[in-house]
């Protein structure tokens, strides 16, 4: 059973390009999370979807970027317009449910470099 | 969700048992404490959870103070590979689905 599986591991993408980051959820893992990492920083709460709906996006910039769960097929979160301070690595989990005896499996990530 | 602190890096030996403080002392009655890890380069790794009973897993031990006020995760045999950021995040029960990561402990388990 493959965990969390994020693609691609690492991006780059100059200035003003579109980066689209995709995360497909354990098996049988219909809550999907993403996260940010900035350089130095702890991870911070981005998004928090299930199949076809954004549940919480109160982490989200308000601008460029933007996030789906479709019924079939992985999470995409998408960058437009990108900027260097959106370099980052940017790592997304699944789980079962919202309850705590629901842990959550991270994914390796997608370290998106901004040039 | 409640604040937590952590030093900021620590050393073990390897083979000693590793011993990483957490306060929380603003945690409420329904906080769970959480500890994941950080191996360079990947995704954080959940280790063990806890509300106010000390557990045990195959991966580490979770020490919580009768005040809940701090807690000790303990890895009993450190080695190599347990070098990462250790994070404890305080989680509320229920459906509260964030985690609130701070910068967490770099452990670095020494030869």
């Known amino acids: 059973n493959a965990g969390v599986m994020q693609n691609p591991r690492h991006l780059v993408r100059r200035r003003g390009q579109e980066a689209r980051l995709r995360c497909s959820p354990m098996k049988g893992h219909s809550h999907v999370y993403w996260y940010r990492q900035l350089p130095e920083e702890g991870l911070k709460f981005m998004v928090y979807l299930q199949k076809e709906n954004i549940i919480d996006e109160s982490g989200m910039p308000k601008e460029r970027f933007s996030a789906e769960f479709p019924k079939e097929g992985p999470s995409i979160l998408r960058i437009q317009q990108v900027v260097r301070g959106d370099s980052a690595a940017y790592f997304c989990?699944?789980?079962?449910?919202?309850?705590?005896?629901?842990?959550?499996?991270f994914g390796s990530g997608t370290r998106l470099t901004v040039v | 969700d409640a604040k937590t602190t952590q030093p900021t890096s620590m050393d073990c030996a390897e083979g000693r048992a590793a011993n990483l403080p957490c306060n929380h002392s603003?945690?409420?009655?329904?906080?769970?404490v959480y500890w994941y890890r950080q191996i360079h380069s990947q995704g954080p790794q959940y280790i063990i959870h806890?509300?106010?009973n000390n557990e045990t897993n195959e991966m580490a031990s979770l020490i919580i103070t009768e005040d809940r006020k701090s807690s000790t995760l303990i890895l009993p045999h450190a080695t190599l590979r347990d070098t990462a950021v250790y994070y404890c995040?305080?989680?509320?029960?229920?459906?509260?689905?964030?985690?609130?990561f701070g910068k967490g402990t770099l452990l670095t388990v020494n030869p």
């Open positions: 995040i305080v989680r509320s029960g229920g459906s509260n689905y964030k985690l609130t």
């Open positions: 989990a699944s789980s079962q449910g919202t309850e705590r005896v629901y842990g959550y499996t």
């Open positions: 603003t945690i409420s009655g329904n906080e769970y």
């Open positions: 806890g509300l106010k």
